[in-house]
C-alpha cells in the first residue's frame, strides 16, 4: 500500500496544477528498480505498464478506489492464448486416452479380465512361497 501512495502522489500533484496533458506528452514515472510496473499520466487517470509481462492498463479513481482494465489488445491476446491452452489440452487429453499402455496408468480405469487373472495369479504364486517357506522354517525337526 506504502508504494501505490509514491505512484498516485505525483499524478494527484501534476493534475492539481493544471499542466496541459494534450500539449505536451507527460512523463512516465519510472518504477524504481525492482518494481513491477510504469505508471503515465493520461487523461482521466493512468496508463500502468507491467514491466514483467508487458501486460497495459488503464486506471482511474472513481470515489476513492483505483480500477485498473486492460487495454482491449492485452484482453483479445489473453483471450486468444486461453482458447489455444484450451484447444491443446483437449488435444492432449485425447491423445492420452487414445495412448497404448497399462490401464493402470490411466485414472478411473477399471482393469481388463486378463488383467485381473494376471494380478490374481501372481498374489496366489505368492502366497503359496510365502506358506512353503514358513512350514519349512517350522519344521519340527528344525533348530535354531
Known sequence: MGHARHFILPIVLAAASGAPAAAETPHPIIAPEGERFTLTPAEG???RLNKETG???YCSVKDGVTVCRLGAEERAALEAEINRLRKENAELKARADAAPGP???????TPS????ERALSF???LLRRIMRVFR???SPGRTL
Do not use: I, K, M
Request: charged fraction near 35%.
Open 45 to 47: 487517470g493512468f496508463v
Open 55 to 57: 501486460a497495459v492498463s
Open 103 to 109: 490401464q493402470a496408468a490411466r485414472p478411473n480405469a
Open 113 to 116: 479380465e486378463e488383467e485381473f
Open 123 to 125: 498374489t496366489e504364486r
Open 136 to 138: 519349512e522354517e517350522t
